[in-house]
Each structure stands twice: as C-alpha cells, then as structure tokens.
Nanobody, 124 residues
Framework: QVQLVESGGGLVQTGGSLTLACATS????????MGWFRQAPGKGRDFVGR????????YVADSVKGRFTLSRDNANYTLYLQMNSLKPEDTALYLC?????????????????WGQGTQVTVSS
C-alpha cells in the first residue's frame, strides 16, 4: 500500500521560510517522479514543482521560481520542498504526489498517488 505523508507546514510571516517533507512508503521511491502541488480553499490543485527520479532535474512553476526548491533523498524515501521568501499568496494546503511516469508532469491527473497535505499559512 502506497503512502505519502507530508509534514513541516505551519504559520509563518511574510518573507519567512519553511521546509516541507514528504515521507513515502509502499513504493520503490527511486522509480517514481515526484511532484508538489498546492490547493487554496475553494480552488483546484496548482502545480508547484516536480523532480525527476534521480533528483538531478527539477522544474518549478513561474510563481515560485527563485524562491522554492525541490530535493529528494532516495535512500530515505523522502521528498522535500524548501520555501523561502514566502508571500501571503503562497497560503495553501501543500500536497506531494508520485507517478511512475508523466507526459505533462504539471498536470495533477498524471499522478496516481497523493498525500493528505500539510497546511502552509503566510501572514502579512
């Protein structure tokens, strides 16, 4: 049974930083491409970034470019999202997702496995 569990969210002031983690089990982590998405209340899931299996290639959305960084620890089956210079518009539920392959990795439907999410709130 595949499980993804996010942690590290919380309340932070504008300009602050947080590091989110996504612990996985039930899959061979290094065989999966991983993504981060976020969902604000009443809205759909927005792509934040994705990282290739080896961790050597990452891609992030324009809205977070230069502020957010994805990384992964394949030995410990964990995905990370380092978030710096946080803004109120970054407030959302952050979810990690896993896929064995994706044609368009920015689309949430490409990911069959999801965590429950961790809430990030940025105060102004």
């Amino acid at each position: 049974q595949v499980q993804l569990v996010e942690s590290g969210g919380g309340l932070v002031q504008t300009g602050g930083s947080l590091t989110l983690a996504c612990a996985t089990s039930g899959l061979t982590f290094s065989d999966y491409e991983m993504g981060w998405f976020r969902q604000a209340p009443g809205k759909g899931r927005d792509f934040v970034g994705r990282i290739r299996r080896s961790g050597t290639s990452t891609y992030v959305a324009d809205s977070v470019k230069g502020r957010f960084t994805l990384s992964r620890d394949n030995a410990n089956y964990t995905l990370y999202l380092q978030m710096n210079s946080l803004k109120p518009e970054d407030t959302a539920l952050y979810l990690c997702a896993a896929t064995s392959g994706c044609l368009n990795c920015r689309v949430d439907k490409e990911y069959p496995y999801w965590g429950q999410g961790t809430q990030v709130t940025v105060s102004s």
